[in-house]
Every structure is written in structure tokens, then in C-alpha cells.
């Protein structure tokens, strides 16, 4: 039996749905590491903080996007993917992957940003405090980055039980 979070007034997310969805972001990471990677950048254990990091936010229901990927001069290259957490239903699971190669990330670091929803807003001092001192990752705060060119579109969903989080790529 797994266990659930209240996430609305009629819904549930369990524990179970947040592994499957951070598995394939994992999954994507592991395809960024072996398209782009330097040496162990990203390394595998940090792949593993980030999975549980997600993990750990979507049962608490308080993330609202996260972007990996290379950044260079304070923006984010080609070589980044964007996750969005979705507060409606959707209707595709897909299967993760179709991470492009070929992108310049000369000069450019990986690193991740993370960004809250309204739910971490409404959550008390004490809670968002408690939220971030149980994270597997300590974050700093920072301003959002732009994208270096092009855009975000919208490509897959990873979704099991009808809730999840929408992958963007880079495009143009």
C-alpha cells in the first residue's frame, strides 16, 4: 500500500506516482550526463539528490518547475530541460528520452534551478522551513535565468496517475 499526500481537497498524490515521475527526469539527466557531461558532470550521485529532491517536493506538492541543464553567462543554453509540475489532469504518461545532442555547451556549468508553486505560499514560516531542512538538496535563492535563445515548448509528460509534471525543451 503506498503512501498518499493531500494535494487538493479531492486528491491524492502518492508516494509511488512521485517515484515513477522523478525516475524518468532521473532518466533524462542520465541522457544530459552522457550527451554533454565533462567528466561526471552531472555525477551520478548528484542525478540521484535530484531525483529524490523531486521526489520529496511533489509529495509535499509545493514544486512548480525545475530546470536542469547548462548555463552560460547567467543564462541557460540549448542543452536544458524544464519540468512544470501540472495542478490539472493530464492524460499521457510518455516515456522519457529525446534529449538532443549537439549543442554548444562551451564555457557553460550544469546546475538546476528550482521554482515553487502557489502551494508554498500558502504554507506557514515554520513549514516551508521544515520543507527545506528535509530536502535532500539545499538550495540558495537566486533570480530565475533567461534562456541564451529560443524558447521553451512543451514535449512530454510524465504522468501516472493522471498528475504530474510537463517536460519543455529548448527550441529555436
Same mark, same amino acid.
Given at each position: 500500500?503506498?503512501?498518499? $499526500?493531500?494535494?487538493?481537497?479531492?486528491? @491524492?498524490?502518492?508516494?509511488?506516482? !512521485?517515484?515513477?515521475?522523478? !525516475?524518468?527526469?532521473? %532518466?533524462?539527466?542520465?541522457?544530459? #550526463?552522457? &550527451?554533454?557531461?565533462?567528466?561526471?558532470?552531472?555525477?551520478?550521485?548528484?542525478?540521484?539528490? $535530484?531525483? #529524490?529532491?523531486?521526489? =520529496?517536493? &511533489?509529495? =509535499?506538492?509545493?514544486? /512548480?518547475?525545475?530546470?536542469? /541543464?547548462?548555463?552560460?553567462? *547567467?543564462?541557460? %543554453?540549448?542543452?536544458?530541460?524544464?519540468?512544470?509540475?501540472? !495542478?490539472?489532469?493530464? =492524460?499521457?504518461?510518455?516515456?522519457? *528520452?529525446?534529449?538532443?545532442?549537439? =549543442?554548444?555547451?562551451?564555457?557553460?556549468? $550544469?546546475?538546476? $534551478?528550482?521554482?515553487?508553486?502557489?502551494?508554498?505560499?500558502?504554507?506557514?514560516?515554520? #513549514? #516551508?522551513?521544515?520543507?527545506?531542512?528535509?530536502?535532500?538538496?539545499?538550495?540558495?535563492?537566486?533570480?530565475?535565468?533567461?534562456?541564451?535563445?529560443?524558447?521553451? @515548448?512543451?514535449?512530454?509528460?510524465?504522468?501516472?496517475? /493522471?498528475?504530474?509534471?510537463?517536460?519543455?525543451?529548448?527550441?529555436?
Amino acid at each position: 500500500m503506498s503512501t498518499s $499526500f493531500s494535494v487538493s481537497g479531492s486528491e @491524492s498524490f502518492s508516494v509511488t506516482e !512521485a517515484r515513477k515521475i522523478a !525516475a524518468k527526469v532521473s %532518466t533524462d539527466l542520465k541522457r544530459l #550526463q552522457r &550527451l554533454y557531461a565533462r567528466p561526471y558532470d552531472p555525477t551520478d550521485e548528484r542525478i540521484d539528490e $535530484f531525483e #529524490q529532491e523531486l521526489i =520529496h517536493l &511533489l509529495k =509535499h506538492d509545493v514544486v /512548480g518547475s525545475i530546470v536542469y /541543464g547548462y548555463q552560460r553567462n *547567467g543564462q541557460w %543554453t540549448k542543452a536544458s530541460v524544464r519540468y512544470t509540475a501540472s !495542478a490539472g489532469q493530464l =492524460h499521457a504518461d510518455d516515456d522519457p *528520452g529525446k534529449i538532443l545532442p549537439g =549543442h554548444d555547451i562551451e564555457g557553460a556549468t $550544469f546546475t538546476s $534551478f528550482l521554482s515553487y508553486n502557489g502551494n508554498w505560499s500558502n504554507l506557514s514560516a515554520t #513549514q #516551508q522551513a521544515e520543507i527545506k531542512r528535509t530536502s535532500p538538496l539545499q538550495r540558495s535563492s537566486a533570480s530565475t535565468p533567461p534562456l541564451e535563445t529560443g524558447y521553451w @515548448s512543451d514535449d512530454l509528460t510524465y504522468a501516472p496517475g /493522471g498528475r504530474g509534471v510537463v517536460r519543455s525543451t529548448v527550441k529555436g
